[in-house]
């Protein structure tokens, strides 16, 4: 059974892995130097949704409930619809273990060169399999071990990139360009676009209702659990969105200092070369700690930090959709899928994502639409009902 402190590890790491270390590239190809502006909008947005479910386990009212989401829709629906909302949010979190696992294969390579990301990537998705396979309580202690070691690199992280805008001499200009607020009106629409990419990054905290049953104190530990995860997250996400904008802007410097010097050459005390680091967009996080601390160094570190939540990421995220479509009704047997069933069902989803090959950003786009589907259907269903009740 899960204690209040073991729900908040989950839904911390079932978050941030699967999102500052993925997308955060994507989003500053948007957003620019206002990249922590997205973060921090998209988090806020996400917040409603995460205030909604938050009060799941109170309206249902049941400890022994492992399906709140369908319940709370088939009450203002039928068994059919909300079915339908389930298995689309199902094959969204398909998507997303997919995007996850492809990113922990990255990171896997750029620690260890010699293993090729596509091995990786299968590694971790049958490392999940397995230790999903083997219980909800092997799954807490997977994650407790490494969560608190994980936090720690990030923390590093944004320590480091504040340090650099301190120190740097540019670190006061690029301030004062990224709280303009004729350069944040200009860009708005950017900015809006950049958010929507991150909200694939916040997707998590609902896993903490699909623990209910699993639970010692449901209805208490849970609403607190997202509510701490989604505030807590928002603060880390909008510091490493500040701190990767400005590793990007220092980049864009280094550029134009290379083209009037008609190199690829940076010549800083360390010598980066700039074409080595234009191929780490696969590992954002690494490659923003290589051009602020100007030196290989620190490389393997952030990449071990991309690897430990990536993959317990990819471990909840595959527990999440087991959890899902456990109990739903196959249609063609009219049974309700086992809970061993809906976890082979979704090894065999990610394979086929697998093989496919389909990129990262499409799965975000695929997987954002699916979860958020569900959450707005959850969340006014959650209205509905409480309106009933006053």
Known sequence: MLSYKDLVYAGISNV????????????????????????????????IFAEHYAKLPEIIKNDKDTHLEFDIIRRISSDRIASGFIIMAVIGLIFSTYLVSKSFGNYLTNYLPFINNKIGTLVIVGICYLINK?????VAKWNNLILLFGLGILILIIVIGFYRMIVDSDGHHFFKKSINPNSIKDNFFNIIKGAYM????????????????????????????IRTTIIFTIIIYTLLGYVYSYAMYKKDKYKAEAEVNKTNLIKTTKKILYSELELKNEVPLTYAMEILTKTKKINHLVSFGGIIFTATTALLMMLSASKLLSGQFDISTNIKIKNMSSLNIILSGVILLFVTNITIEKSTIIANICMILLMIVVSYAVIKIKRRLL
Do not use: C
């Open 16 to 47: 941030i892995g699967a999102g500052i270390f993925v997308i955060i590239s994507f989003v500053h190809k948007f957003a620019g130097s206002h990249t922590w502006i997205s973060v921090l909008l998209s988090g806020l947005f996400m917040s």
């Open 134 to 138: 083997s219980g909800i309580d092997h």
């Open 198 to 225: 991150i909200i694939f990054s916040y997707v998590g905290f609902e896993l903490l209702v699909k623990l209910n049953a699993d639970t010692y104190n449901p209805q208490i530990d849970i609403p607190k659990a």
